[in-house]
């Protein structure tokens, strides 16, 4: 069946400190990929995207993504974590030939302490 | 450009009763997709909807349903409702990208409580 697995549901990390979300999705093509984030009440701002080509993804707000196709993996990494950064956090996949129709994962929440 | 409106942001309903809620996408944006996000479901999709035609459509009953019209604003309906229905209503909106694929921008949401 095909799945977004999110491993981690909850992460703390130290102002300052790296940052690493995982992503792992089973489909039988590989799919195009996002990031997204989501602040309490809001709705969800896109990170990055990944359709095809280089692997490394530049995003906003200094995020980054690698895919890698023999892990089938897209996981999303920041150097140095702002306070700012405290959000949830949600991978999510496309097909191609299902446009507009997105499977997301169950959602990494990001807890940043001084 | 404006990004996508939801209306309303807020609204309580009783058992029973049914609820239409409205999304405004970018403008020049013809796709529209629905997603229901739940804090035990997570962030599941509705439907989907491209020039006024529903082309995608997701696992959830037929009191839930939806429509676009020709200025490509969408509406969600969603009759007889039941207390499960209580969540978030989040409306997204998509062009094709020029490196091929598509991004989707969300609108803030209609939270919805169903008592």
């Known amino acids: 069946a095909q799945s977004v697995t999110q491993p981690d549901i909850h992460i703390t990390v130290s102002e300052g400190a790296s940052l690493e979300l995982r992503c792992n999705y089973s489909?039988?093509?590989?799919?195009?990929l996002f990031w997204y984030v989501q602040s309490p009440g809001q709705g969800l701002q896109l990170l990055l995207k990944?359709?095809?080509?280089?692997?490394l993804v530049q995003g906003i707000k200094g995020f980054e993504a690698e895919f890698k196709r023999s892990q089938s993996s897209f996981n999303l990494r920041k150097p140095s974590v702002h306070w700012s950064d405290a959000a949830e956090y949600f991978c999510a996949v496309g097909l191609t030939d299902s446009w507009g129709k997105l499977q997301f994962g169950a959602g990494t929440q990001v807890v940043v302490t001084p | 450009k404006a990004g996508v409106t939801q209306t309303p942001r807020y609204l309580i309903k009783t058992r029973g009763q049914q609820v239409t809620l409205s999304c405004s996408p970018i403008?020049?944006?013809?796709?529209v997709s629905w997603y229901q996000q739940t804090p035990g479901q997570g962030l599941q999709f509705l439907f989907e909807y491209f020039s006024e035609t529903q082309r995608n459509k997701g696992n959830f009953p037929g009191r839930f349903s939806g429509r676009q019209f020709s200025n490509s604003r969408s509406e969600m309906n969603v009759s007889t409702l039941e207390l499960g229905d209580s969540a978030l209503y989040l409306c997204?909106?998509?062009?094709?990208?020029?490196?091929?694929?598509?991004?989707?921008?969300f609108g803030p949401g209609t939270r919805l409580t169903v008592t």
């Open positions: 990944y359709f095809s080509g280089d692997t």
């Open positions: 997204a909106s998509s062009e094709p990208s020029t490196s091929g694929g598509y991004e989707q921008y």
């Open positions: 489909y039988g093509a590989t799919p195009y």
């Open positions: 403008s020049g944006h013809r796709s």
